[in-house]
Each structure stands twice: as structure tokens, then as C-alpha cells.
């Protein structure tokens, strides 16, 4: 393990649980605890790139249910939706997450865009500079279900970003994630003392220079620089930095180990499946994200990644091993992930490209063309949700949605664009999602109080990012299948091995996680549907 300099700071790697009251009574028949572990930007072609090498928590995982090809079916694949499919079983369309900004005309402030993971109601409020909140989401989690059913029952949600532990955490106030200087959680919350405790040995390690980990052997054929120009390359890093380079911390491996660790303190100090109730544990492992924005998904420094979250997952589940809790696990991603375009490029695929950078130009260019005042259209982004501005005289809406359908629908990385109305106007999908049309993603992602009048969606491998020298050099976000495609993975002691490649969604893993410790959805609308994860031909987790 290359994290001994972090760990030793927390004593011995990922805190020993201790667990007197379990060890003195019989195992429950259902697991008493949920552990529900999203790695944001794990992409099922990333995960079966690598999947050959794991020797840890993920060659565990895979022992038990593993569904290869899972999807996060909507087309908005961005953290802050990703996430709140997990635990709540509903798409965007219902839970209301649908980006991880979207503009909202009605707000009495100047900054009209909102933060998913905001309170807008906060006076000051803006969606940069923002009070955390959980008000946005608009359908309960598991764990909101089962404090609502029993009140002993807790939730606790660790993550690497704030909208990651939110989404996943739902109404509770035991949520935490990365601020300057450590771990923080809602304003005028009071951390408890393993927050504090993990904060100490990460301002420690933060403030200690890393001179780089080592390369396993099986990621060596992936360590190959790719030119980016003006002299700078990825595809060679080792996450070393500076002492005191909070960026390059939550750039590596090392951030996960913060996260896990905390998460194994919080079992311990929370006693998490151990006192009658049924708890979760929502874990949100954001380094894979992070480095695959800053060095892309295939290179050396992703590889690095991946076997060291293999190897961290393998501790953690050790640990809960140890305690004697009875528990089951669901590894997925809030979304996948798209490769810097200079790398595909080489490796073949002809069509990868950047965005050019006259895309952005359009809106102004039906603002001059219109004369009226700019802004007349609002977007986060190049791609998405696009909103007409309220300063837009109700008689010359329409004239500026058609001004913009035709100047979108014409640039030459442009695949579709869609009226908000000609979305709604589809009914949601029951198909299966690898079948399903670009109509029925855009429809899972659109909620009618908070979706744009159009949508623009651009060509497969179209990399929104027209210069790779000024941050991040690849994202996501696209309704194509390398960001849909995750992962999902269920394990809990005894369960018989199986593999499924039929496409199941995120979405389901609520209810299939419902019927796995015996507890009933009731009138519960969600958009899931139970998974029969028993392999045995007589017997169904599903029958409930």
C-alpha cells in the first residue's frame, strides 16, 4: 500500500472498528447495515479495463451480484444527478436533480442560476457562494424511509463533494465532505469528534510534500505521455505535490482514504448496524472524477487510481469484517466518463474531437441579431439546458426559440436539439435503457419547473472543452453511453456469484436494496424495479 504516510496519522490504515454489543448477540437474518459506495466517474469501460488486476474490495465485489454494463439511464450525466438516482430510485424527472446547475427565472437575486446542493431561500445566497441544503431533492432516500418507518434507524453520508454526500445522505444531518482545512457538514452543525480527528491527520498530510507513488506493474503499459501543447502532457503522473496543495490532494488516491477513513470512524462512533436498527453508510469516493478531468480516464494516472482504490476498498471491508456487523454493499457510479480527445485520437477513434469555440457565440449572435438586449438566452454550459432570459418580450419568445433551434441545430458538432415541450411530450421510458432512444434520455433528465426551454445535445466524442491548457482536459455530462455506463455491484456475506450483462439501472438498486433487509417500500413512487440478485432458481430477494 503506497498510503502509509497518510494512515499512520489516523493509526493503523482505515481505524479499527470496535463493536462489543454485536459481538455479543446472534447475526441478524437481514443485514443491519447498508453500504452504499458511489466512485464518481467509474465508467463500465474504465471498470473493465482494469477489472482483470484487482486483487481487493473490488475483486470482492466481484464475487458476489455484478452487473458489468449498468446504466445511469437519464441524459444529464453529471454528479449531482447521478447521485440521486442511487438511493432514491428515481430518475431526475422525479427526484428534481437535473444538473448540477440549472437556471431558475423566479429567484429574487441577481445569480439566477441555482446549485443543486443549495439554499436558495439563504439571503447572500449565490450558486458559487452557497449554504448547503438538502431542499432540492424532491423524493426521499433509504435512508429517509427508514428513520421515517423507525427513528433509531441513522444515516450517515461521507463523501469527496458536498452535492455527492447530499444526494446520497437525503434529509439527514450527519452528511460531511471536503472544505478548506477538512471536513465540514450543514452550517451551524457541530462535528463530531471523528470529523475532527480525521481533519487533523489530513491537514497534516496536505501540508507534507508527496514525491509520487509507485507504479504497479500492471499499469506500466499505460504510462505514455500524450502532448496537450504548449508543452504540457498527461498520461505520466504520479500525484506528486507540494507541501501544501489541498488541489493536488483531492487529486489522488489519497482524498478516497481520507473519505474511507472517515466513514470507518463514523461506523465505530455511530455504532452503524450494530444497535436493532437498520442503518446506511453512503460513501462518495470523488478522486476518480477529479483525475479523470485533470489527466483523463485511460492514462497512468487513472490506473494508479484504480488499483489504489482497490486496494483502499479491501481495508475498509476488512475493517467491517472485524466488527462483526452484518452488512451488504453496493458499489456504483453517478456517472462514466469520456477520455481526452488527443488519446482516443491516437488510439484510433477518428471522430474524437474538442468543442470549437464559436459554439459559445451563438447566443450573442441571436441577441445582436434580434436587437434586443443580451443576454436573451441563459446556459451552464455549451451543451444542455438553454433557458430564454425573462428580459425577453413575452410576444418574442417564440421568435427567439425558433431563431435558436435553427443557429444550434446547424453547427456542425451539434447532433440534436429539442424544444422543453417536445421532451415533456414524451412519456418516460419502460424499454430497457441500452434501447432506449435520445428522446427517452433527455426525458428521464426533465423535470418541467427546472428544464430548459431547449436542449442541445452535441455529436458523440465531442469533448466540450476547447482548450485543454487552461484546466480540466476531459468531463462528461453527454447522454452517450461512455457516461451512461456503470458499474453495479451488490455484495454481502453468502451471497452466490453471478454475472448479468442485460443493462439494469441505478435507479434500481433502491428497491432491490429494500428487499434485501426485509423493509417495504409501501407506496414508495420510484422508478426502479427490483433485482432478483439470489442466483438461486427456487428463491427470489424480488418476492416481497
Not at 442560476?113 to 423524493?139: F, H, I, K, M, Q
Amino acid at each position: 500500500m503506497p498510503f502509509a504516510r497518510f494512515s499512520a496519522l489516523v493509526t493503523p490504515m482505515l481505524m479499527a472498528l470496535s463493536a462489543p454489543a454485536a459481538a455479543q448477540q446472534a447475526e441478524p437474518a437481514r443485514p443491519s447495515l447498508v453500504v452504499a459506495i458511489s466512485v464518481d466517474q467509474l465508467s463500465a469501460d474504465l471498470f473493465a479495463t482494469h477489472r482483470s488486476a484487482f486483487t481487493g474490495g473490488l475483486a470482492r465485489l466481484l464475487g458476489g451480484v455484478v452487473f458489468p454494463s449498468g446504466y445511469q439511464a437519464h441524459a444529464a450525466t453529471e454528479t449531482c444527478p447521478g447521485h440521486s438516482t442511487i438511493l432514491t430510485g428515481a430518475f431526475p424527472a422525479r427526484s428534481g436533480i437535473i444538473a448540477n446547475r440549472w437556471f431558475d427565472m423566479g429567484v429574487t437575486r441577481e445569480d439566477v442560476r441555482v446549485y443543486c446542493a443549495e439554499d436558495v431561500a439563504v439571503e447572500g445566497s449565490t450558486s458559487s457562494n452557497y449554504t448547503r441544503s438538502n431542499a432540492n431533492l424532491l423524493v426521499p432516500t433509504l435512508g429517509d424511509l427508514l428513520r421515517a418507518a423507525d427513528p433509531e434507524s441513522r444515516t450517515v453520508a461521507v463523501a469527496g463533494k458536498d452535492r455527492s454526500a447530499i444526494m446520497m445522505g437525503g434529509r439527514t444531518t450527519m452528511a460531511y465532505w471536503p472544505e478548506s482545512g477538512g471536513f465540514a457538514s450543514y452550517a451551524g452543525s457541530e462535528l463530531p469528534a471523528s470529523v475532527t480527528r480525521v481533519n487533523q491527520a489530513v491537514g497534516a498530510s496536505v501540508a507534507q510534500a508527496q514525491e509520487g507513488l509507485p507504479v504497479p506493474a500492471h499499469c506500466a503499459p499505460f504510462d505514455r505521455a500524450i502532448p496537450l501543447g504548449n508543452g504540457q502532457s498527461v498520461g505520466t503522473g504520479r500525484f506528486a505535490h507540494d507541501a501544501g496543495d489541498a488541489s493536488g490532494f483531492l487529486s489522488s488516491p489519497e482524498a478516497d482514504l481520507a473519505v474511507l477513513n472517515l466513514a470507518s470512524e463514523m461506523v465505530r462512533e455511530q455504532q452503524l448496524g450494530q444497535r436493532g436498527s437498520t442503518d446506511v453508510l453512503a460513501i462518495g469516493l470523488a478522486a476518480t472524477d477529479y483525475i479523470g478531468h485533470r489527466y483523463g480516464t485511460h492514462g497512468l494516472e487513472q490506473c494508479i487510481q484504480i488499483m489504489s482504490l482497490d486496494s483502499m476498498l479491501g481495508a475498509f471491508f476488512e475493517e467491517l469484517d472485524a466488527s462483526g456487523i452484518n452488512y451488504v454493499v453496493v458499489l456504483t457510479a453517478d456517472h462514466g466518463g469520456l477520455d481526452l480527445p488527443e488519446r482516443q485520437a491516437a488510439q484510433g477513434a477518428a471522430d474524437a474531437a474538442r468543442l470549437t469555440a464559436d459554439l459559445d457565440a451563438i447566443a450573442d449572435r441571436i441577441a445582436e441579431d434580434s436587437g434586443l438586449p443580451a443576454p436573451v438566452i441563459r446556459s451552464d454550459g455549451p451543451f444542455g439546458d438553454f433557458y430564454i432570459d425573462p428580459s425577453v418580450p413575452e410576444d418574442r419568445r417564440s421568435e427567439i426559440l425558433d431563431r435558436a433551434l435553427t443557429a444550434y441545430s446547424a453547427h456542425q458538432q451539434v447532433r440534436a436539439v429539442y424544444t422543453g415541450g417536445a421532451i415533456a411530450a414524451q412519456p418516460l421510458p419502460t424499454d430497457p435503457p441500452e434501447q432506449w432512444t435520445l428522446l427517452d434520455r433527455l426525458r428521464a433528465s426533465y423535470h418541467p419547473d427546472r428544464s430548459g426551454d431547449f436542449l442541445v445535445v452535441l455529436e458523440p466524442r465531442v469533448t466540450p472543452i476547447p482548450d485543454p491548457g487552461v484546466g480540466y482536459v476531459a468531463t462528461h455530462g453527454s447522454p452517450w453511453d461512455y457516461d451512461r455506463r456503470v458499474p453495479i455491484l451488490f455484495w454481502w456475506n453468502g451471497a452466490e456469484h453471478f454475472e448479468q450483462p442485460l443493462g439494469v439501472m441505478t435507479v434500481d438498486i433502491l428497491p432491490t436494496l429494500a428487499s434485501l433487509i426485509g423493509f417495504d417500500l409501501g407506496e414508495t413512487e420510484i422508478d426502479g424495479r427490483c433485482l432478483d440478485v439470489i442466483a438461486a432458481v427456487d428463491a427470489s430477494n424480488c418476492s416481497q
